[in-house]
């Protein structure tokens, strides 16, 4: 049973255009959010995390959108650059996230042209 | 604070061998967490780990999968007589408590 599903598994965007990532969950015990971006021969590393109780967190260029009725959550790369192809992975968790039993999903692997 | 150091970076293992994946957290950090992410996968939580104690280990394989964190020394996710669908990249991830998590940049196990 797949928790989290996000989509697309793939994203091309040229050079200054918005990236979005769409990731839906299952269980109602979620109440911590993460995306992670990944380069190729690294680990994970968190990009902005969101709790169910605001609908929207926004860090530079990066906003996460959360939808608590439709369990969606999507994250926005506003002015995308080269330098943010990479694979990027929305998780979820229960107990705020303190137990670190991180649902991911699979990833979509973004391609941002110059 | 060198951040969290997985070794080795690479580990190549025939079938039936053990393989010993070792993880030291962060500077401060008493929580470890393993992951094993499959290509084009995701990653998937394996156990949880704090001092000497196993927190939550429901995502690790019944059998010959191990993983410790010893009062000293780095936590290690240890895997006996490996078969070619344990290849994966294994990542380790340590927090101070509650989230904050910080990976590691993994440990790629391949059985020949």
């Known amino acids: 049973q797949q928790q989290v599903k996000q989509s697309p598994q793939s994203l091309i965007v040229q050079k200054g255009g918005i990236s979005i990532i769409n990731c839906a969950y299952e269980n109602t015990a979620f109440d911590y959010f993460p995306w992670y971006q990944q380069f190729p021969g690294k680990g994970p590393a968190l990009l902005i995390a969101i709790r169910p109780d605001v609908s929207e967190k926004k860090e530079g260029r990066f906003t996460i959108s959360f939808n608590k009725s439709a369990k969606q959550f999507s994250l926005h790369i506003m002015d995308s650059q080269p330098g943010d192809s990479a694979t990027y992975f929305c998780?979820?968790?229960?107990?705020?996230?303190?137990?670190?039993?991180?649902?991911f999903g699979k990833g979509t692997k973004l391609s941002v042209k110059p | 604070n060198a951040g969290v150091m997985q070794n080795p970076r690479h580990l190549v293992r025939r079938r039936g061998q053990e393989a010993r994946l070792r993880c030291s957290p962060m500077?401060?950090?008493?929580?470890v967490y393993w992951y094993r992410q499959l290509p084009e996968e995701g990653l998937k939580f394996m156990v949880y780990?704090?001092?000497?104690?196993?927190?939550?280990e429901s995502g690790m394989p019944k059998e010959r999968f191990s993983a410790e964190f010893p009062k000293e020394g780095p936590s290690i996710l240890r895997i006996q007589q490996v078969v070619r669908g344990d290849s994966a990249a294994y990542f380790c991830?340590?927090?101070?408590?509650?989230?904050?998590?910080?990976f590691g940049s993994g440990t790629r196990l391949t059985v020949v």
């Open positions: 780990l704090q001092k000497e104690n196993i927190i939550d």
């Open positions: 500077k401060g950090h008493s929580h």
């Open positions: 998780a979820a968790s229960k107990d705020g996230g303190s137990q670190g039993n991180l649902i």
């Open positions: 991830a340590s927090s101070p408590g509650a989230g904050g998590y910080t």
